[in-house]
Every structure is written in structure tokens, then in C-alpha cells.
């Protein structure tokens, strides 16, 4: 048997593997005819005609709404920017309760706490890693307002349940969709499923524009909310003549000419990018998956997984080795990728549950739990969360090795490193002993 890389043999590969890199020739041409249009932003905080931004953004606006099929698609300058309008929009106050997912990007978890409102952590699926309705059920009381779904890793989460419950507690449903664009829950395109959905388009996501987002939604009343937000609401709601001006204090989380155009050309190029995706997954789940104690992520019928990563559950009975021992031993055996080159595209874990971050256990913030309105009690103690905190400590491992621009003899040598850590674990053992 071959040495492994981590003892001092021979790593499968070192040739880096190709730098995921969607920008072309379309995009530069795009930002070139902005740049000699001499207008980078035609945004105004006024109500105006440019309140709603220049042709650029509103042609991509236009584009991105008839991709996902909806009345609405409103850009701003990051997915996070983006969850923070969705809470504002619903009229989130202090003392209100927003259920949240543990086991993903803190900014979820945060936006509720921008307006005042407390974060409630559910726990999530075992099988594919978004909340679980069960304990969604069991995390609702009569201060909650909204339930903050996300779609983790490209997975839709199982949202008939999850609206049946929204439905009857009168909740709304925000879908965090910054991972998983075009990923579809019996026929239905997420975001499109409750009552504001949100993408990211930062620079590491399926497409981009460096930094940026986007807000859908179907509803006249949120889309109006969710302008005013955007775009220094304060300013406008007299003159353009708003009624309900709770939670219209505006913010400048506007996109600019460039990035728009650099979105318009993207968009095209998305359903192409997640074909590569699939078919790439598709072939490392079942080679990767022939290893006993690793266990490829669940998609449930009539879904579509985008795999923004890639997550596998590990079992180290099954395996023979300790989780990170052997995520350690794969980073050995292959390289990481062009651009990336001193970032893995393999780890062990996800985050750490949100909640034990030091904002929640010390409880860092002047409002939200602290608020005298909050008339509830809520708990961030290690345990509340057992699936998210085992998946995280014990079992998930993810991956980037999906990724377009991979080609079968880069899948191989990925597939090949798993094969060698996988035969040689009693060497492996004894080296983490």
C-alpha cells in the first residue's frame, strides 16, 4: 500500500486544480460600455425616476425576475444587506421572535437582531442539513413573526412542511437562498416559495458580481417595503405618498451600473453552470460514496441540489478513523486550486453553531434579548441544537471539488486521494494515536 502523503509519501497530486473563474469576455465587454457610458450609478434618495436606479440595474432586475418567474427582483449590494431589508419589510419589531437556522452564515441569524427582534434557534435535518420542521414546531410561540429558512449547500429544505406550519401560525417565511440559485423543491424554484427570497452574489457563490444580491418577491406591499429600504426610504414616503411608514428609515444598500452589467451576462450563464455542477457531484458522490461510512447528501424526490459544496456525512466507526484525521489526510494528498492556493477546498465541519459565538453567549448587543419589550426568554446554551452540533463536531465533511471548470482526470485524482486515505486508515490511525 502507498504511504500516505501526511507520513512523508507521495501525494496523489500537486498540480493545482483549476481556478473556478465564470468572468469572460461578455463581462468585460458589459463593464466597458458602462465605463464609456461615464455612468456608474444613476441612484437618487429621493422619489425621482432614479429612485429605482439606473437601465443597468433595472434591466438586470428585469432579467433576474424573469429567470425565477416572479413580480419582483429588487438588486442590492450584498445577500446580507438583503436579509436585513426581508426583516424590515415584515415589519420585525423589538420583542417580536424570528426562527433561524444555527448551521449556516451568521448574518441569518443577525438579521433579526438588526431590527430588534430575537433570533430563535431550530434545530436542522439530519438529512439535509435545513431546519427541521419538528423542531420548528417546538421553537414557536405566540412572539413569533417569521420563520428564516435556509436552502444550506444548494439543498432545498423540506418546505411543504415548513409552510404548512407558517400557515397555520400566520408566519411569514424568509428563504435565505444565497447558496443555492436555481435549486428547485417539487417544481418550484426556491425563493419562489414563501413570502421573500433572497440570493447572494458575492464572489465565491455560482455566479457574481463581486458583492451583491437579490430580493424577489410576488407581493406589491413588500416589494414597495423593500424599495424604500433600500434606498433612504426616509426621504421618500411622503412625497411618493406611503401610508405605513413603519420600518421605512432607509440605507444605502444599492447596486452599482457595473456590477449590474456584470449580473446581466452572469445570469446567462447559470443554468450552464449548474449543469457542470450536478454532473460533477453526481460522479464524486458515487465514487466517494463506495467507501463505507461516508454517506452522500440526501435530495429528496422532485428536488434539485445545486451543491454550492458538496456534504457528506462521515461515520468513524465505519470508517476506522476520527473525521478531521481523515479530512487532514485528503488535504495532503491534493492540492487546492488556482487563486485558492493556501485555502483547502475540503474541510471538516461547516460553522459552529451560531449561536455559541460570542455575541449570543454574552448576549453583546444594546436591544434584542436584551430589549425590555422581549417578554420571552430564549436559550443559546451548548446542547439546544444536538443535530447541527454532532453534524458539526463529529460527522459533516464538505467539499469544493464539484465545481465547473473540473475535468474528469481532476474528478479522478480527487476520487483517487479518497481511495488511498480510505485503504490506508490503519496506517492513518496509528499516526493520529
Keep these: 500500500m502507498a504511504k500516505l502523503a501526511i507520513r512523508g509519501g507521495e501525494p496523489v497530486r500537486t498540480r493545482l486544480f483549476p481556478a473556478y473563474n465564470t468572468i469572460g469576455d461578455e463581462e468585460k465587454r458589459a463593464v466597458l460600455k458602462v465605463l464609456d457610458s461615464g455612468n456608474l450609478s444613476q441612484f437618487l434618495g429621493t422619489w425621482h425616476k432614479d429612485f429605482f436606479g439606473g437601465p443597468t440595474v433595472q434591466q438586470f432586475e428585469k432579467d433576474w425576475s424573469a429567470v425565477f418567474g416572479t413580480k419582483y427582483a429588487i438588486s442590492v449590494n450584498s445577500n446580507t444587506s438583503g436579509l436585513f431589508t426581508a426583516i424590515g419589510a415584515l415589519g420585525i419589531k423589538p420583542g417580536d421572535e424570528v426562527i433561524v437556522s444555527p448551521y449556516t452564515m451568521s448574518a441569518s441569524a443577525l438579521a433579526p437582531i438588526i431590527y430588534g427582534a430575537v433570533p430563535v434557534f431550530a434545530?436542522?435535518?439530519?438529512?439535509?442539513?435545513?431546519?427541521?420542521?419538528?423542531?420548528?414546531?417546538?421553537?414557536?410561540?405566540?412572539?413569533?413573526?417569521a420563520i428564516l429558512v435556509v436552502h444550506i449547500f444548494g439543498n432545498p429544505a423540506r418546505m411543504d412542511e415548513i409552510v404548512a406550519i407558517a400557515k397555520r401560525h400566520g408566519l411569514f417565511i424568509i428563504e435565505d437562498c444565497a447558496q443555492s440559485p436555481m435549486a428547485v423543491y417539487k417544481d418550484k424554484l426556491v425563493g419562489t416559495i414563501g413570502d421573500i427570497g433572497i440570493f447572494s452574489l458575492n464572489y465565491h457563490k455560482h455566479i457574481h458580481t463581486g458583492e451583491g444580491g437579490v430580493l424577489i418577491t410576488n407581493d406589491d406591499q413588500l416589494a414597495e417595503k423593500i424599495y424604500l429600504i433600500r434606498n433612504h426610504g426616509e426621504n421618500v414616503v411622503e412625497s411618493k405618498g406611503v401610508q405605513d411608514v413603519f420600518n421605512t428609515h432607509g440605507f444605502n444598500y444599492r447596486m452599482t451600473e457595473m456590477e449590474a452589467a456584470v449580473g446581466i451576462e452572469q445570469l446567462?450563464?447559470?443554468p450552464g453552470l449548474i449543469e457542470q455542477r450536478l454532473a460533477n457531484a453526481e460522479y464524486l458522490a458515487c465514487q466517494i460514496g463506495k467507501?463505507?461510512?461516508i454517506i452522500p447528501p440526501a435530495v429528496e424526490p422532485q428536488c434539485r441540489h445545486v451543491h454550492y459544496v458538496q456534504a457528506f456525512k462521515f461515520k468513524k466507526d465505519l470508517v476506522g478513523v476520527e473525521r478531521n484525521d481523515f479530512v487532514n489526510a485528503i488535504k495532503a494528498e491534493i492540492p487546492s486550486a488556482v487563486m485558492r492556493e493556501e485555502t483547502h477546498?475540503?474541510?471538516?465541519?461547516?460553522?459552529k453553531p451560531v449561536y455559541l459565538q460570542p455575541l449570543y453567549q454574552q448576549r453583546a448587543t444594546h436591544c434584542s434579548f436584551n430589549c425590555e419589550k422581549y417578554k420571552g426568554s430564549v436559550d443559546?446554551?451548548?446542547?439546544?441544537?444536538?443535530v447541527a452540533e454532532k453534524l458539526h463536531f463529529e460527522e459533516l465533511f464538505f467539499h469544493e471539488y464539484m465545481r465547473p471548470g473540473m475535468s474528469r482526470q481532476d474528478l479522478d485524482d480527487v476520487v483517487a486521494a479518497f481511495m488511498k486515505v480510505s485503504e490506508n486508515v490503519a496506517e492513518l490511525r496509528q499516526y493520529a494515536s
Excluded at 127 to 135: C, I, K, M, Q, R
Excluded at 345 to 351: D, E, H, Q, R, T
Design 345 to 351: 477546498l475540503i474541510g471538516a465541519g461547516y460553522v
Design 123 to 145: 434545530d436542522v435535518d439530519y438529512e439535509n442539513f435545513g431546519l427541521d420542521p419538528a423542531s420548528i414546531e417546538k421553537c414557536i410561540t405566540p412572539r413569533t413573526k
Design 268 to 270: 446567462k450563464k447559470l
Design 380 to 386: 443559546y446554551s451548548k446542547g439546544i441544537c444536538p
Design 291 to 293: 467507501i463505507n461510512g
